[in-house]
C-alpha cells in the first residue's frame, strides 16, 4: 500500500501550533497544496460542515500505536507547549510508512491522501493547514524503532486481546451453562474473520490508515465520526472498568478498611476506588508515556502469571476440580453473550499491528495465531475457574481465591498492577481527541490540559461508583460498543468499500455477521441494564 502522506512519522510527540504566522513561515508549501485541494475537491457536493468532521480525530493512529511495540522508555510530564503523547510505540513498515526527512516535521497534507479519496468519490478530511482551521499538528522524530516480525506481532495480538476479560470467564460459564462456552469459539472465529475484513478495507485505498478513517471511506465524514466516538468511548468504559477492578480486588485484601470523614462513611471499596484513582491521576499527566507503555506490554506475562496461579491453587494447594453448573441457563444467558463478546475487544488496533508488520502479507496468519492461542486461554481458565467454585463463582475468579495461599497473593496483586499500569494508556487517546477540540487560544494551555486529563479521570471514578458491578458493567460494554466495533462496523463498512465487488458467499456471510451483531448487541444490552438497575435497587 502507498503512504498516504510522505511527511507523518510514526514516533513523534504531539503538539499543537496555533500562531498562524508561525505556521505559514513554516509551511512553504501550503498555498500549493491548498490549490491542488481546492480543485480536487471542487466538484464536491459537501460545504465545509463535511471538513469540521473528517479532522478529526488526527491523533488516533499516533496514540493508538501505543498498545503495540515498545521503545525504550523515557519520562516526562506535560509543560510548554506540548500537549499530548511521547513515542508512538508502532514500528512500521517501510513500505507502507516511509521515515521522514527531518527531526520535525509540520503535517501540511491531509490526514488521508486527497488524491486516493479522490479516486474512490469520498470527501477528503480537513487540512490543518487550510482556511477551514488554524490549528495545526506538528511531531517530533523520536528514536526509531525496529519493524515488527511475525512473532512480535502475534505478541502485540496476544497483548491486545488477551486482558481484563480474562476473569470474567468462569463467571460466563456460571452465566450461561457449559453450553455457552461454544459462544466463546464462534466469536473467536468471527472477530478473526472481521479483523482480516478491516485490513482488506485498508488495501483497497492507499490513504486508509486507521478505523476511523476506514468509516470516513465507506460511509463519508458522518461514518469518521461515528467509529471515533465509539472507540473512544470503548476505552472510557475500560478505564471504569479498571477502577472497579482495583476496587474490588483491594477491598477483598482488606475488608475492615473504611475511612469516617465529617459524618461521611466510606467502605474499603469506595476507599481503594478512590486510593487507586489518586495514584492513577500523576501518570495521566505524564508527556511520554513510553515507561507505562514499557510495563503494560508486560500483559501477555501477567495473564500468564494469573492463569498459572489459578493452576497452582486448583491443583497444588487442593481446592481441586469439581463438576458442577448447569448445561444450559436461558435466562442469564445474554450476560454470558456480553461477557464474552468483551473478550475479543481489540480491533481499534489491529490496524496498527497490520501497519507495523515488516511482512503485511502475513497479517492474517498472525491474526489467526493471536486469536487462538488467547481462545485456548479463555477456554481454560473459563473451565478450571468454574470447576473450581462452582456456583459461588464471582464476576472476577481472583475474589474466590483463597488469600492464605502464595500464588492467591500473587494472582491478585498482579490483577491490581496490571490496570494500574494500563489505565493512562487507555485515556490518554480520549484526552488528546477531546485536546483537538479545544480553541486555538488554549492549545497551548498546560493547565487545560491537566485539567481535561484530571476530570477524565475523576469522572471514570465517579462511574465507577455509581455502578460497581464488574461483571454486567463488563458484559454491557461487550453488548453494546465490542459488538458495533468487532462485528458490526467492519461487516457494514466492508460492504460498502467493496460493493460491487464480492462474491455472493461473503456478501451472505457479512449479512450475517452484521444480523447477529445487532441480536447480540439487543438481547445482551437490556439484560445488563435489567441487571444492573436491579442490583442499583436493591
Request: hydrophobic share 45%; glycine share 8%; aromatic share 12%.
Amino acid at each position: 500500500m502507498a503512504p498516504a502522506y510522505d511527511d507523518m512519522g510514526r514516533d513523534r510527540t504531539f503538539e499543537f501550533e496555533t500562531d498562524d504566522e508561525e505556521n505559514l513561515a513554516e509551511g512553504g508549501n501550503d498555498n500549493d497544496y491548498d490549490s491542488d485541494y481546492n480543485t480536487s475537491s471542487s466538484n464536491r457536493s459537501e460545504g465545509s460542515q463535511a471538513f469540521s468532521y473528517s479532522a478529526w480525530p488526527q491523533s488516533y493512529r499516533q496514540s493508538m500505536d501505543m498498545y503495540t511495540s515498545v521503545t525504550p522508555p523515557t519520562v516526562g510530564f506535560l509543560a510548554g507547549s506540548s500537549l499530548g503523547i511521547g513515542s508512538s510505540f508502532l514500528s512500521t513498515s517501510a513500505q507502507r510508512r516511509p521515515s521522514y526527512q527531518s527531526s520535525e516535521q509540520t503535517l501540511i497534507k491531509p490526514f488521508i491522501s486527497v488524491s486516493s479519496l479522490d479516486k474512490e468519490g469520498i470527501q477528503p478530511p480537513q487540512t490543518p493547514a487550510s482556511k477551514h482551521s488554524s490549528r495545526r499538528f506538528s511531531y517530533q522524530e523520536l528514536p526509531p524503532t525496529q519493524e515488527c516480525s511475525y512473532f512480535q506481532s502475534v505478541l502485540n495480538g496476544i497483548n491486545v486481546l488477551c486482558g481484563v476479560g480474562l476473569l470474567s470467564t468462569p463467571y460466563a460459564v456460571k452465566q450461561g451453562g457449559w453450553i455457552s462456552l461454544s459462544v466463546l469459539f464462534i466469536f473467536a472465529g468471527i472477530s478473526c474473520y472481521t479483523g482480516i475484513l478491516l485490513k482488506r478495507c485498508l488495501d483497497s485505498s492507499p490513504g486508509l490508515q486507521t478505523y476511523p478513517d476506514i468509516g470516513q471511506a465507506a460511509f463519508g465524514a458522518p461514518g469518521r465520526l461515528m467509529i471515533a466516538i465509539i472507540l473512544y468511548v470503548e476505552l472510557y468504559c475500560c478505564c471504569v472498568e479498571y477502577i472497579i477492578l482495583m476496587g474490588d480486588t483491594l477491598s477483598s485484601i482488606f475488608p475492615n478498611a473504611y475511612i469516617e470523614l465529617g459524618g461521611v462513611y466510606l467502605d474499603s471499596h469506595h476507599v481503594f476506588a478512590i486510593m487507586t484513582t489518586l495514584m492513577i491521576l500523576p501518570t495521566v499527566w505524564l508527556r511520554d508515556l513510553s515507561l507505562l507503555s514499557y510495563l503494560s506490554a508486560g500483559g501477555v506475562i501477567a495473564s500468564l502469571v494469573v492463569v498459572v496461579c489459578l493452576l497452582w491453587v486448583g491443583g497444588v494447594n487442593q481446592i481441586g476440580f469439581h463438576p458442577a453448573g448447569t448445561p444450559f441457563d436461558l435466562k442469564n444467558f445474554p450476560v454470558a453473550i456480553g461477557l464474552y463478546g468483551f473478550c475479543y475487544a481489540g480491533h481499534s488496533v489491529f490496524p496498527n499491528i497490520y501497519s507495523s508488520m515488516k511482512e503485511p502479507s502475513q497479517f492474517p496468519a498472525a491474526l489467526a495465531i493471536s486469536f487462538g492461542i488467547v481462545c485456548f486461554l479463555y477456554t481454560g481458565v473459563a473451565i478450571c475457574g468454574f470447576l473450581m467454585f462452582g456456583d459461588a463463582t464471582q464476576s472476577q475468579f481472583t475474589l474466590n481465591m483463597p488469600q492464605k495461599f502464595v500464588a492467591s497473593r500473587v494472582a491478585v496483586w498482579t490483577t491490581v498492577i496490571n490496570p494500574l499500569s494500563k489505565y493512562a494508556l487507555t485515556i490518554t487517546p480520549v484526552a488528546l481527541s477531546l485536546e483537538e477540540l479545544l480553541p486555538p487560544a488554549l492549545l497551548k494551555s498546560h493547565s487545560v490540559s491537566v485539567f481535561i486529563r484530571t476530570a477524565l479521570v475523576i469522572s471514570t471514578l465517579a462511574v465507577a461508583l455509581t455502578i460497581p458491578f464488574f461483571g454486567f458493567v463488563m458484559a454491557l460494554i461487550g453488548s453494546i460498543l465490542t459488538m458495533l466495533v468487532a462485528f458490526i462496523f467492519p461487516c457494514a463498512c466492508y460492504l460498502s468499500i467493496r460493493r460491487g465487488q464480492l462474491s455472493r458467499l461473503e456478501t451472505v456471510s457479512c449479512i450475517l455477521i452484521l444480523l447477529m451483531g445487532v441480536a447480540c448487541s439487543i438481547i445482551g444490552s437490556y439484560s445488563s441494564i435489567a441487571k444492573i438497575l436491579q442490583k442499583l435497587g436493591s
